[in-house]
């Protein structure tokens, strides 16, 4: 009799346990939300908004980190390596579909090691030169960087960003060959420009907004096809003259591949409608974001499609970081 008691405990304890592990995703811990760039850029800034909500939406804490490094790759390869519970993810930008062909040697399969969860928002970037400089529209810069070609610079926030992919797309549309300067964020470049060290940078609207609304830095124009609600009267590259030009940064959240589906689509669902909120929707606008809305599948035909298209253009550039 003792042995049956000790017996059924021992079942009991067994059942607690399978219980507890099974329990419905979100619930059985907080989870990770890593960033590959440092606090306070659009990134980071576009995470914590959704964080916030989904913390809210699904009653859980989703936290965010930050793990800058390598162009994003540094956390990129501890998503892919993370055990594809659904507790540890990403919010990822258009710098991983670069790296995918940019990096010869990486730790992770951009196409193979994730589970594309969701596209939050895109972002046009905004050309701005200091102030001082006798230009104010992109053609007349064009002019004078053909006449200047010792000041000819843009600055970026490193090989792959957008901002890179904008200053290249230029000196290919407009046959010049502005230098790039990196740095290691964008606001270290937008201090350069700033400052007259560097004559140029296409930076990210949110970054670039609050210098430009102060004086500190004069605008030319947005990367996106369509004109910015942010700022209206500037008008877009292609209005400038370059039909093609239409680049914007986009945030999304991936997993680990493998996370179940239903917990895939669960916190596809809930990112949707947190993005949808009135007053998310005011906050991503005040950072010069475009909510995005698609399934986990369109995302990941999204990442695939990037994937070819900036690999196409780092091919014919033929630069390489590693």
Not at 19 to 41: C, D, I, R, W
């Amino acid at each position: 009799m003792i042995h049956f008691s000790k017996a059924v405990s021992a079942m009991v304890l067994a059942l607690g346990m399978v219980g507890s592990a099974s329990a419905a995703y979100p619930e059985a811990q907080p989870v990770k939300v890593l960033v590959g760039y440092t606090p306070g850029g659009t990134t980071d800034l576009v995470a914590r908004i959704v964080a916030k909500g989904l913390s809210d939406e699904l009653k859980q804490s989703f936290v965010v980190e930050n793990k800058p490094g390598a162009s994003n790759n540094i956390a990129m390869t501890d998503v892919a390596r993370a055990k594809p519970d659904g507790y540890t993810l990403i919010v990822t930008t258009i710098a991983s579909s670069v790296n995918a062909t940019l990096f010869k040697k990486l730790n992770y399969d951009l196409k193979k090691d994730f589970s594309p969860v969701a596209l939050i928002a895109k972002v046009p970037n905004v050309l701005v030169v200091n102030p001082k400089l006798p230009v104010n529209n992109v053609k007349e810069l064009v002019e004078y960087v053909k006449k200047n070609k010792d000041k000819a610079t843009y600055a970026s926030s490193g090989i792959g960003s957008s901002q890179f992919l904008c200053g290249e797309q230029l000196n290919q549309d407009a046959d010049t060959q502005i230098l790039h300067v990196p740095f290691k964020g964008s606001a270290p470049g937008l201090t350069a420009v700033m400052a007259g060290d560097v004559l140029m940078e296409f930076d990210n609207m949110p970054s670039a907004w609050p210098f430009i609304s102060s004086g500190k830095l004069k605008a030319l124009a947005v990367t996106s096809k369509e004109k910015s609600a942010v700022a209206p009267q500037l008008p877009t590259m292609i209005e400038s003259g370059f039909k093609d030009f239409d680049i914007s940064s986009w945030f999304g959240v991936l997993a680990p591949a493998g996370m179940p589906k239903e917990d895939v689509e669960l916190l596809n669902k809930a990112i949707l409608k947190v993005v949808a909120k009135p007053e998310v929707q005011k906050q991503l606008a005040d950072q010069g974001a475009i909510p995005q809305n698609m399934t986990p599948e369109q995302f990941g035909s999204f990442i695939n499609d990037e994937v070819d298209r900036w690999g196409a253009l780092i091919t014919k550039l033929g630069v390489s970081a590693n």
